[in-house]
C-alpha cells in the first residue's frame, strides 16, 4: 500500500514537471530571457491582466518614492485586452479624461501560475510582479512602475482611447507618427504557432513516455531472491523502529515534545541521530527530493513521529498557522504540484 501511494505521488510530481518545464520552454525560446518568481500569497484565483491599468507610483533602487498622480496634468494608463493587445496613453487629469496622449500600441503575453509569472511585451521578457488582485509593478531596471487596476472608465470610453490610439500610431501622409511601435510580422505570428503545436506535441509524447518507464519498472520480473532480500530488509528495519519506539529516550522524547520545554539544538541532533538509525528509509527518500532548511527538515522529523502541528509549533518555535503553510510548501516543494498539510502528513507517514 505504501509503494502505491508513493508511486501515485511520484507520477503526478514527473507528471506535471515535464509539462511545466517543457511549456515554459516555449516562453524561454519566443521571448529568450528568463521566469520571475513570484512569492506573493496573497494572489488568488480571480486575478486577470486584462482591464484599465493607472500608474500611480515610481519606486526608485534609492528607496525613492514618487507619486505621479497628484499635481500632474496628465495620468499614464495601460489598457489590456484579451487578444494578447495592449495600449498605452496619457489621459488628462479631470473626470473627462481629455484629451490624450497616445503612447504604445503593442502586443503582451501574461502567464501566471502560483509560483511563477511570466511576462512579454514587446517581444522582451519583463519583470512584471502582482502584488495583490489590483496591482501590479513593472521593473523598468533603475525603477518599478505600480500600476492599479481601475474600472471608473466605461467600456464605450475605453474603446474609443483604443481606436484614438491605434489611429494615432498608423502610417500617416506617407510617413510613420512618432509614436511608432514595432508590431510582430505575420512571419513570427506562423512561426509562433509552430512552435507551439510541436511543443505541444513534444509535451504529450513525454508524459506518455514517463507513464511507460515506470510501469515498465513496475512490471520487471521479480526473483525469489529479490522477494528474500526485501523482506529480509523490511524485518530489518521494522525491527529498527521497533527497538526505537519502545526505548526508553523515546518514551521521554514524547513526554518532553507534549509537556516541554522546547528542544535545544544538541537535543536535536540527538534526536536527528536517533531517527536515522529508525527510519534510514525516510531520510534517504527525503534526501533524493530535495534539500530541506533546519526547519523543514525539524517539522518532518516530528511529522513522522506523529506529533500534532500545535506540539510542532512549539518546538519549533513557530506559529501554529505557520506550520501548516510550511506543510504545504513542502509538498509543493517535493513534488512540484500544489498540495495540502495533510497532503504532506500522509507522504511523510509512508516513508
Given at each position: 500500500?505504501?509503494?502505491?501511494?508513493i508511486?501515485?505521488?511520484?507520477?503526478?510530481?514527473?507528471?506535471?514537471?515535464?509539462?511545466?518545464?517543457?511549456?515554459?520552454?516555449?516562453?524561454?525560446?519566443?521571448?529568450?530571457?528568463?521566469?520571475?518568481?513570484?512569492?506573493?500569497?496573497?494572489?488568488?484565483?480571480?486575478?486577470?491582466?486584462?482591464?484599465?491599468?493607472?500608474?500611480?507610483?515610481?519606486?526608485?533602487?534609492?528607496g525613492?518614492?514618487?507619486?505621479?498622480?497628484?499635481?500632474?496634468?496628465?495620468?499614464w494608463?495601460?489598457?489590456?485586452?484579451?487578444?494578447?493587445?495592449?495600449?498605452?496613453?496619457?489621459?488628462?487629469?479631470?473626470?473627462?479624461?481629455?484629451?490624450?496622449?497616445?503612447?504604445?500600441?503593442s502586443?503582451y503575453?501574461?502567464?501566471?501560475?502560483?509560483?511563477?509569472?511570466?511576462?512579454?511585451?514587446?517581444?522582451?521578457?519583463?519583470?512584471?510582479?502582482?502584488?495583490?488582485?489590483?496591482?501590479?509593478?513593472?521593473?523598468?531596471?533603475?525603477?518599478?512602475?505600480?500600476?492599479?487596476?481601475?474600472?471608473?472608465?466605461?467600456?464605450?470610453?475605453?474603446?474609443?482611447?483604443?481606436?484614438?490610439?491605434?489611429?494615432?500610431?498608423?502610417?500617416?501622409?506617407?510617413?510613420k507618427?512618432?509614436?511608432?511601435v514595432?508590431?510582430?510580422?505575420?512571419?513570427?505570428?506562423?512561426?509562433?504557432?509552430?512552435?507551439?503545436?510541436?511543443?505541444?506535441a513534444?509535451?504529450?509524447?513525454?508524459?506518455?513516455?514517463?507513464?511507460?518507464?515506470?510501469?515498465?519498472?513496475?512490471?520487471?520480473?521479480?526473483?525469489?531472491?529479490?522477494?528474500e532480500?526485501?523482506?529480509?530488509?523490511?524485518?530489518?528495519?521494522?525491527?529498527?523502529?521497533?527497538?526505537?519506539?519502545?526505548?526508553?529516550?523515546?518514551?521521554?522524547?514524547?513526554?518532553?515534545?507534549?509537556?516541554?520545554?522546547?528542544?535545544?539544538?544538541?537535543?536535536?541532533?540527538?534526536?536527528?541521530m536517533?531517527?536515522k538509525?529508525?527510519?534510514?528509509?525516510?531520510?534517504r527518500?527525503?534526501?533524493?527530493?530535495?534539500?530541506?532548511?533546519?526547519?523543514?527538515?525539524?517539522?518532518?522529523?516530528?511529522?513522522?513521529?506523529?506529533?500534532?502541528?500545535?506540539?510542532?509549533?512549539?518546538?519549533?518555535?513557530?506559529?501554529?498557522?505557520?506550520?501548516?503553510?510550511?506543510?504545504?510548501?513542502?509538498?509543493?516543494?517535493?513534488?512540484?504540484?500544489?498540495?495540502?498539510?495533510?497532503?504532506?502528513?500522509?507522504?511523510?507517514?509512508?516513508?
Amino acid at each position: 500500500m505504501k509503494a502505491e501511494k508513493i508511486y501515485t505521488m511520484e507520477t503526478k510530481r514527473l507528471t506535471y514537471s515535464a509539462t511545466r518545464r517543457l511549456l515554459l520552454c516555449l516562453v524561454f525560446m519566443s521571448a529568450g530571457c528568463g521566469v520571475s518568481q513570484d512569492d506573493n500569497q496573497d494572489v488568488t484565483e480571480d486575478f486577470s491582466i486584462v482591464g484599465t491599468w493607472e500608474l500611480n507610483e515610481l519606486q526608485f533602487l534609492s528607496g525613492q518614492r514618487v507619486d505621479v498622480r497628484t499635481g500632474y496634468e496628465y495620468v499614464w494608463y495601460r489598457f489590456y485586452e484579451d487578444n494578447g493587445t495592449y495600449y498605452a496613453a496619457e489621459l488628462n487629469n479631470s473626470e473627462a479624461r481629455k484629451p490624450l496622449k497616445p503612447h504604445e500600441m503593442s502586443e503582451y503575453f501574461f502567464m501566471m501560475s502560483p509560483y511563477d509569472t511570466v511576462y512579454i511585451e514587446h517581444g522582451r521578457m519583463t519583470d512584471l510582479k502582482v502584488m495583490d488582485n489590483h496591482t501590479i509593478g513593472i521593473d523598468r531596471g533603475d525603477y518599478v512602475e505600480i500600476y492599479v487596476k481601475r474600472n471608473e472608465l466605461s467600456s464605450e470610453m475605453v474603446s474609443e482611447i483604443e481606436r484614438s490610439v491605434e489611429s494615432a500610431l498608423q502610417p500617416a501622409h506617407g510617413r510613420k507618427t512618432q509614436y511608432i511601435v514595432p508590431a510582430s510580422s505575420a512571419t513570427d505570428t506562423t512561426n509562433f504557432w509552430i512552435l507551439l503545436v510541436a511543443l505541444v506535441a513534444i509535451v504529450c509524447a513525454g508524459t506518455l513516455y514517463i507513464l511507460y518507464r515506470l510501469r515498465s519498472k513496475r512490471k520487471e520480473p521479480v526473483t525469489e531472491k529479490d522477494v528474500e532480500e526485501e523482506t529480509e530488509k523490511e524485518q530489518d528495519e521494522e525491527h529498527c523502529e521497533q527497538k526505537f519506539i519502545h526505548s526508553d529516550y523515546y518514551l521521554a522524547l514524547r513526554q518532553r515534545l507534549y509537556k516541554g520545554p522546547t528542544l535545544k539544538h544538541d537535543e536535536w541532533e540527538e534526536l536527528e541521530m536517533q531517527m536515522k538509525r529508525a527510519y534510514p528509509v525516510f531520510f534517504r527518500e527525503l534526501a533524493e527530493k530535495c534539500q530541506f532548511s533546519e526547519v523543514e527538515l525539524r517539522v518532518c522529523m516530528l511529522t513522522k513521529l506523529g506529533i500534532p502541528p500545535s506540539a510542532i509549533a512549539i518546538h519549533t518555535c513557530r506559529e501554529y498557522s505557520s506550520i501548516s503553510s510550511i506543510r504545504s510548501r513542502l509538498y509543493y516543494k517535493i513534488f512540484g504540484i500544489k498540495g495540502s498539510a495533510k497532503d504532506l502528513d500522509e507522504f511523510i507517514q509512508n516513508l
